[in-house]
């Protein structure tokens, strides 16, 4: 709980100071309560809230000056060796490790929650056969709003319950689905002897006609990639999950708003923009032209995958995903893939180069997530949806904390800079 005695900051505007508490948290910066400003006559200014703290939360800690990722205390490389994904729900779910038994009830729980309402199919036939997968992640995740009136009281914690149970199972399901519609194949039906990540294998490449053998290698490698995208704080899609839970809005309709803001390039987009910008590189001797263009001001390219709002040392994520990257193009023999290679090479050289080492800019979790789903044979489309089907106990995880406690619907204010009132002027007079 944060420390909220003693501290105080004072603000000095126009002659009259303001007091301000100042709080702390378990670890991490102090933060100072601007909450009274607005009766002052002031509002804060923060674009892109880079200073701002939006709530109290339980869920996850970011140091990203020191490249630290705690989920409920545990640092991430620990539970990435050690844990396994429906684990790592179950701790952001709960605060604590289940014990042998409530981890056992909670894998069954997930796993016969993965089917989804057979007229849910229909939904999917709305699609053109080429949309994007993540445009119809937001809609049909949104659309099982429709088909789960039992439980949407969101003031009821069983109703919050079953509902984080029923997304966290049903995601890979929805995600294989978006997969086989645009392929033209049938959906496969979810395996329950499977393991999650498992499972989510079989359910893309399994046909009816054909079973679909998964390699330990690479069934682990997906269950790490999920692991490693559970949480990350406030960022811009949780936030938006929160903001749009803060009406009171149901928990799908929430997370589909999660899912929206997760497709931007900037944020969960960007695994796919990565493979997008290595087939536009195309070749290793174009490398060196794309870091010019990356550090012109005057171009809009970036080299996707690189930098992170939060973490100015390294991303702990990636680190771990970089091991992993290694075991999957080691087991699948793909060592040498051209595409890999320029991703090899244009990361060797952005490492060492002055732009990227002043700015502090190093590869991010997505930088190596999308060169393994590549290897492992996932479509470039379907990586965000990945990465949304990991975020989703992270998103419900921190809805479920704020609609639990005491919360406010979101309402930033503004820095008005348009016209000051004028009189309407008639059509004929203009
Ligand atoms: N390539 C080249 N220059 C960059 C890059 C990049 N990937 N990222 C940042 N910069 C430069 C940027 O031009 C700016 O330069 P200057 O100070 O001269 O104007 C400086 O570095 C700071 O960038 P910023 O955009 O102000 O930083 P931000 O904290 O607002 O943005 C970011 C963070 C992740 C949006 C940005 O680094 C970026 O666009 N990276 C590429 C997209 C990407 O990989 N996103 C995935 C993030 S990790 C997964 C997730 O959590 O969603």
Same mark, same amino acid.
């Given at each position: 709980m944060a420390d909220k005695g003693g501290k105080a900051a004072q603000l000095t505007v126009d002659g009259k100071t303001i007091e301000l508490p100042v709080y702390s948290g378990t670890v991490g910066p102090d933060v100072i309560d601007v909450g009274k400003l607005t009766s002052e006559g002031y509002f804060t200014y923060d674009p892109g809230f880079v200073s701002t703290a939006s709530c109290d939360s339980l869920i996850?800690?970011?140091?990203?000056?020191?490249?630290?990722?705690?989920?409920r205390g545990y640092p991430i490389?620990?539970?990435?060796?050690h844990s396994d994904y429906l684990e790592l729900c179950y701790l952001l779910l709960n605060g604590e490790l289940p014990v042998k038994d409530e981890k056992a009830k909670f894998v069954d729980t997930i796993k016969h929650h993965t089917m989804v309402h057979e007229q849910l199919v229909h939904f999917f036939r709305g699609f053109r056969r080429d949309a994007h997968p993540m445009a119809i992640m937001c809609g049909v995740t949104g659309a099982l709003s429709a088909f789960y009136h039992d439980s949407l009281d969101i003031n009821n914690p069983d109703h919050r319950r079953i509902t984080a149970h029923r997304l966290i199972a049903k995601m890979p399901t929805l995600a294989a689905m978006s997969y086989k519609y645009a392929l033209g194949q049938p959906f496969i039906f979810p395996r329950n002897d499977l393991e999650y990540a498992e499972n989510f294998l079989h359910m893309m490449f399994a046909t009816p006609c054909d079973d679909y053998k998964v390699s330990p290698v690479i069934a682990k490698a997906m269950d790490r990639i999920f692991l490693l995208h559970a949480d990350h704080e406030q960022n811009a899609s949780t936030s938006t999950v929160r903001m749009a839970g803060s009406t009171g809005a149901n928990p799908f309709a929430?997370?589909?708003?999660?899912?929206?803001?997760?497709?931007?390039? #900037?944020? =969960?987009?960007?695994?796919?923009?990565v493979l997008n910008m290595l087939a536009e590189i195309g070749d290793e001797k174009n490398i060196d032209k794309y870091v010019k263009k990356a550090k012109d001001k005057d171009d809009p390219f970036r080299i996707m995958g690189f930098g992170h709002r939060v973490y100015k040392n390294y991303d702990p994520r990636a680190k771990v995903m970089q091991q992993t990257c290694h075991e999957v193009l080691n087991e699948l023999g793909a060592e040498d893939d051209p595409i890999l290679r320029m991703a090899q090479r244009l990361e060797k050289i952005a490492l060492e180069d002055d732009y990227f080492v002043e700015k502090k800019l190093?590869?991010?979790?997505?930088?190596y997530s999308g060169i393994i789903l590549k #290897?492992? =044979?996932i479509p470039t489309e379907m990586f965000t949806v990945i990465f949304a089907t990991g975020r989703t106990p992270g998103w419900i995880a921190q809805w479920n904390e704020m609609i639990s406690g005491p919360y406010k619907i979101g309402r930033p204010r503004q820095l008005y800079v348009g016209e000051a009132r004028r009189d309407y002027v008639p059509l004929k007079a203009r």
């Open positions: 996850t800690y970011i140091d990203g000056d020191e490249g630290v990722l705690l989920h490389e620990q539970l990435a060796e929430c997370i589909a708003a999660g899912i929206a803001a997760l497709w931007g390039p #900037a944020h =969960g987009g960007a695994n796919e923009a190093y590869p991010n979790v997505d930088f #290897a492992i =044979g």
